[in-house]
């Protein structure tokens, strides 16, 4: 059964720092690429970051280009998004992705992220 669990979101000020963290199991971890989403309040759910399958290879949305890094620990079957210089615009719940799973994309529960003062 392939499980995605999200954690470390929380409150944080503007220019603040999260690091999120996405425990995966029930799958070859090793073998898929990872990605973040993230869904603001009345938005629809956006891309945020994705890592192929071995780590040397990231994408980043516009948005977040310069503050946020997408990493993995395939010993440890996680995918973590460090979260720098917050804005309060990255207010969102964000999800993980596993893509291609079985021939399936699959979602974790997610994680709210709250940036304000």
């Known amino acids: 059964q392939v499980r995605l669990v999200e954690s470390g979101g929380g409150l944080a000020q503007p220019g603040g720092s999260l690091r999120l963290s996405c425990a995966a199991s029930?799958?070859?971890?090793?073998?898929?690429?990872m990605s973040w989403y993230r869904q603001a309040p009345g938005k629809e759910r956006e891309f945020v970051a994705a890592?192929?399958?071995?780590?040397?290879?990231?994408n980043y949305a516009d948005s977040v280009k310069g503050r946020f890094t997408i990493s993995r620990d395939n010993a440890k079957n996680t995918v973590y998004l460090q979260m720098n210089s917050l804005k309060p615009q990255d207010t969102a719940v964000y999800y993980c992705?596993?893509?291609?799973?079985?021939?399936?994309?699959?979602w974790g529960k997610g994680t709210l992220v709250t940036v304000s003062s």
């Open positions: 992705k596993a893509g291609g799973v079985y021939g399936t994309d699959y």
């Open positions: 029930g799958f070859i971890f090793s073998n898929n690429g």
């Open positions: 890592i192929n399958y071995a780590g040397g290879n990231q």
